[in-house]
């Protein structure tokens, strides 16, 4: 493909917020032989066919086009990991363009997030806080009480793909033991490597850090990963017809069941979706105690409605979907797209690329 031809792609930007100046003169020095568009469109809203016919490639959250005007477009790129919000769209089911996601960006702020919410309830650092505000020193041995760190302590990562194993490689630093638990068998080396998007200098690109590997998608495999006596469950799951509401009360059981002697009991975090955990079964774990504590960064439904049980939960940390939010976010994604473009000029296989009939 010659330097006309390239010329004359554009990449087109449909977003729901203006993009920075900053940003564009970043992407237009990243891809130096394609024009950049842009175009600001409220979250779910059709982009407009005389936009969408003259781009080549699409970047974009919650916009697509209609199926008759695509007939440019190369690649569709979602600046998300997950895509269940829109899978359902008929650019899905009616077209074969190549769609890529941006799964492999979140790894170090979501990492980051995770450690923050552990160390926040180990460390009893809301009492601290709260201390500070009154302007109150107690720095007596009675606050000790409960309070633990995290060496030795073992994580389970139900869904170890790129944010899954950045958590596992920060926690490995903190000195807990990992295990991975994964939808297909990783019985090799060689199965276990991460084919797709990392953070240089982030991840487990080789899968060495696990103690052990587990697998499967039926609910004997689950349980017999949730008893290996663990203090914490992450949950890194994409949200499937399959996954959803993986977890409930007689998982949360069989989780508090196998906690190890003068261990707290676990700890659950979900950075994934709302929907993978029955959200009544977990308040209900919270208030008996069978989970000493929940970081949650994603609720069902979002927002979560100001009167909802689940605020007032005990031991429960909430954010509002906010866990990989960063000013890395986007020149990450796009250099997922200026991959992609080198790959499909090369012919080569693209990197996350969606499988259509999987969900992700």
Avoid: C
């Avoid at 175009?39 to 781009?55: C, D, M, N, Q, W």
């Avoid at 009360?249 to 955990?277: C, D, M, Q």
């Avoid at 796009?334 to 969606?354: F, M, P, Q, T």
Wanted: hydrophobic share 35%; no cysteine.
């Amino acid at each position: 493909m010659g330097d006309a031809a390239l010329a004359k792609e554009q990449l087109l930007i449909a977003f729901f917020q203006e993009i920075a100046p900053e940003t564009l003169d970043d992407l237009r020095a990243k891809f130096p032989r394609t024009e950049i568009s842009t175009v600001k469109l409220k979250s779910g809203e059709t982009i407009p066919s005389e936009v969408a016919r003259k781009a080549t490639y699409l970047v974009t959250y919650t916009n697509l086009p209609n199926p008759e005007d695509t007939e440019n477009i190369k690649l569709i790129h979602f600046v998300s990991a997950g895509l269940d919000h829109l899978i359902h769209h008929p650019v899905f089911r009616e077209t074969a363009i190549p769609i890529t996601s941006s799964s492999g960006v979140h790894g170090p702020p979501i990492a980051e997030w995770t450690v923050m919410n552990w160390l926040v309830a180990s460390r009893k650092f809301a009492v601290t806080y709260e201390d500070q505000k009154k302007q109150a020193w107690h720095g007596s041995f009675g606050r000790l009480q409960g309070v633990h760190d995290q060496v030795g302590k073992k994580v389970g990562i139900l869904g170890y793909g790129g944010i899954g194993r950045q958590i596992g490689r920060v926690a490995q630093a903190l000195g807990m033991e990992v295990y991975a638990y994964t939808a297909s068998p990783r019985p090799t080396q060689s199965s276990r490597y991460d084919s797709g998007y990392i953070v240089p200098g982030t991840g487990d690109r080789e899968g060495r850090i696990p103690v052990s590997w587990h697998h499967g998608t039926d609910k004997a495999s689950i349980h017999e990963f949730l008893s290996l006596g663990l203090d914490h469950l992450v949950i890194s799951l994409p949200l499937t017809p399959q996954t959803t509401h993986l977890l409930g009360a007689e998982e949360f059981a069989l989780l508090a069941a196998s906690t190890p002697p003068r261990h707290a009991k676990p700890y659950l975090t979900n950075i994934s979706r709302g929907k993978v955990l029955d959200q009544d079964a977990l308040i209900a774990a919270l208030k008996s105690g069978e989970l000493s504590g929940a970081a949650l960064d994603v609720t069902d439904p979002e927002p979560l409605p100001a009167e909802h049980p689940l605020w007032e939960a005990p031991n429960v940390q909430i954010s509002p979907h906010v866990s990989a939010l960063g000013v890395e976010y986007f020149p990450r994604s796009l250099d997922i797209v200026k991959d992609n473009l080198g790959r499909l000029e090369r012919g080569e296989d693209l990197i996350n690329a969606y499988k259509r009939g999987r969900g992700y």
